[in-house]
């Protein structure tokens, strides 16, 4: 029996999913209320989840659905897991909150399993990671200045990349659409087309501080670095004196077949960001710096009240612990495989309305020949849940835990929705 097959929660078949039930069903007056006092800044699928298993989750109504989009490539170890629930349990019972002003053990402890298995010897801890990507910006500025050099405070990014939504990191991010309506924009941010090498050399000048890249662009349609970039913005930042910074929001933890995406390009960041699968679901985002990088964020000059948080940090203990496995890794790898396998079997046969299927590990994107919302929506109503990555682009980013044959089940679906009547 396979390594990870001991991890993966059992699930029952999937039963039918009864038709939708009237407004004063739960889900609808839960919905109801939401409407009345949220502010109304997500475009929500109209259910109400109460409970999940492994790669299953329930709504109020009592629908059971295959979840293929885990969080948005967060929930890495799947819905409850066990060993999560037990250790997240005893640490909420012994001790949950005591702030950044006392050392804790479980956030010295991920602390030192993060910087090993990164290379990266210093960590912070923060919330998000929009927050860890503040950390990497501020950071680079004031390396700029302890080195004499104030004048380099320009970070250059890439278009249709995400960086996250405060106000700079939304402007880090490449997609006009997340900025519009919050100008005017900090200064110091450029934009380069991805994967082209030529043109962050035009754009690299006396102003430039670092560079920072994500490994896949997620929320940019599922796309890949093309082979080599990575390596060479490294030699060009080595040649212009400048900071290699990598967002691992959302290709870290393993999603990409190994625990950090920049490990696929033989190469060390200067420093990297992380989030989403780091807790299974639980708040925490952290960055991760060289030595010589760190000694610029001495005491008092960046924090977080709630950053390491010990239930967080408990949870992301074991997440760490289970994901280092090479089997689990190995186990993302082949799963990754044998998911674009189908989904490119399913190109194969509606190659009108299949456009790419492209990704890497657990993180594989589904461009189409239409806008996808409808899609998701028959999806879900069929009992599958996935999101867009961009107008056109389906996302799969499912539970590692996830088994092959969830996976066909989800493909069937798609490719249910997908084929003409």
Not at 12 to 30: F, K, L, M, V, Y
Not at 47 to 70: E, F, T
């Amino acid at each position: 029996m396979r390594g990870t097959d001991l991890q993966t929660p059992k699930t029952d078949p999937t039963p039918a999913i009864p038709a939708p039930t009237s407004s004063q069903a739960p889900s609808g007056a839960w919905i109801d209320k939401a409407k009345a006092h949220l502010l109304q800044n997500y475009k929500q699928q109209p259910i109400v989840l109460v409970r999940g298993r492994g790669s299953r989750v329930w709504d109020a109504d009592g629908r059971q659905y295959l979840d293929l989009l885990g969080g948005i490539a967060t929930c890495a170890l799947g819905h409850c897991h066990p060993e999560l629930v037990a250790a997240v349990k005893a640490q909420v019972e012994t001790l949950w909150h005591v702030s950044n002003a006392f050392y804790s053990e479980p956030q010295i402890e991920l602390a030192a399993q993060l910087t090993a298995l990164s290379g990266l010897p210093r960590a912070f801890f923060c919330n998000s990671g929009a927050e860890a990507n503040e950390a990497l910006i501020k950071l680079a500025r004031r390396v700029m200045k302890d080195r004499g050099t104030p004048e380099r405070f320009e970070v250059l990014t890439f278009e249709n990349s995400f960086h996250g939504r405060t106000l700079a990191t939304v402007t880090a991010t490449g997609q006009s659409k997340y900025q519009k309506g919050f100008e005017p924009l900090p200064a110091g941010f450029l934009h380069a087309p991805y994967g082209d090498l030529e043109a962050v050399r035009q754009k690299v000048g006396p102003q430039t501080a670092a560079i920072l890249v994500e490994p896949v662009q997620g929320e940019g349609g599922v796309r890949a670095a093309p082979p080599g970039f990575l390596k060479a913005l490294r030699a060009l930042c080595d040649e212009q004196g400048i900071l290699l910074l990598v967002d691992e929001v959302q290709t870290g933890m393993g999603r990409t077949g190994k625990l950090f995406a920049f490990q696929h390009d033989g190469i060390q960041p200067d420093a990297i960001s992380l989030a989403k699968a780091l807790g299974n679901g639980l708040p925490i985002g952290a960055m991760l710096c060289s030595e010589a990088l760190g000694k610029s964020l001495p005491s008092g000059t960046h924090g977080s009240t709630f950053g390491g948080n010990l239930v967080s940090a408990t949870a992301a203990n074991v997440v760490v612990r289970l994901i280092r496995e090479p089997q689990m890794l190995r186990e993302v790898t082949e799963k990754g495989e044998y998911l674009m396998v189908r989904g490119r079997e399913l190109q194969a046969r509606l190659p009108t309305i299949v456009q790419d299927v492209r990704g890497r590990g657990l993180l594989i994107g589904v461009e189409l020949n239409q806008e996808v919302a409808p899609i998701i929506t028959r999806c879900r109503e069929q009992g599958l849940l996935l999101n867009a990555a961009g107008d056109k682009t389906l996302r799969f980013a499912p539970a590692f835990t996830v088994t092959r044959e969830e996976l066909d089940e989800g493909m069937r679906i798609l490719e249910r929705v997908l084929t003409p009547a």
